[in-house]
């Protein structure tokens, strides 16, 4: 599932989401791509909200979404 899934079935209130990617190629650590997610909740977002969409990019970088640095 990828991350734009999971925060939709989180029914989060999600105002903006941009995704930053980096690529790298070496003979240490092969082919990677690094993705930076911006997720913008909207004003009225409780913790409850921020909580789940932290959990949903840590659920989305183990099942290999995402790696975030």
């Not at 989060?12 to 993705?35: M, Q, Y």
């Amino acid at each position: 599932m990828t991350l734009v899934a999971m925060l939709a079935t989180r029914n989060l209130p999600v105002a903006g989401f941009t995704i930053d990617s980096e690529a790298s190629n070496s003979k240490e650590e092969g082919f990677k791509i690094i993705h930076y997610p911006h997720i913008i909740l909207s004003a009225d977002a409780t913790e409850d909200h921020i909580q789940s969409a932290n959990r949903a990019i840590l659920a989305a970088e183990k099942d290999a979404q995402l790696e975030i640095c």
